[in-house]
């Protein structure tokens, strides 16, 4: 099953999806970058959360600033959430029969699901005062696999957050 939200907070979502203490992750991959964007910017494997939570607020690693100000407003959209979760049969399986190929097959999943996520990504851009949608095929993706739902019981899955942000040619 796929959930989509929108990421509200940088802090909070810096602190929620990067926290051990309320997960007991199993498997491999428990948390990685996916994307093109994520390698354009030299970014693999563990998310380190200071530079997600600044993704998220915006700001890239170089210190270049996404922000976007209107009428001295931030009006700048950390992210979005893609989650996918297991079946909870799958879920009891993998966990309490202790199959990781099953939490391997759902990381396998979910990674060519998000490369054909990212195989649509656009942006808007404006042309002479019009605005029109460009196909960019990048995305800056960071992975959280957990294993256990808020109310501590068996669900694998896992949080695809997709940074605001898409490169465009050279912008």
Known sequence: MLSFSQVKSAGSAGNYYTEKDNYYVIGSMEERWQGK???????????DKQI?????????????????????????????????SAPKSVS??????GD???IDAHNRAVTVALNQVE?????????????????????????????TSRAQDPQIHTHSVVINATQNGDK
């Open 119 to 147: 195989s649509l990504a656009s942006t808007r851009v404006q042309k002479d005062g019009v605005s029109e949608t460009v196909l960019t095929g990048n995305l800056i993706i960071a992975r959280f696999n957990h294993d």
């Open 52 to 84: 997600f939570t600044e993704l998220l607020q915006g700001k890239l690693p170089d210190g270049s600033d996404l922000t976007r100000i209107q009428d001295g407003v931030n009006k700048h959209r950390p992210g979005y959430d893609l989650t996918f």
């Open 100 to 102: 990781k190929r099953l």
């Open 37 to 47: 964007g994520a390698e354009a910017l030299g970014l693999e494997g563990k998310v």
């Open 92 to 97: 009891m399986l993998a966990m309490l029969g």
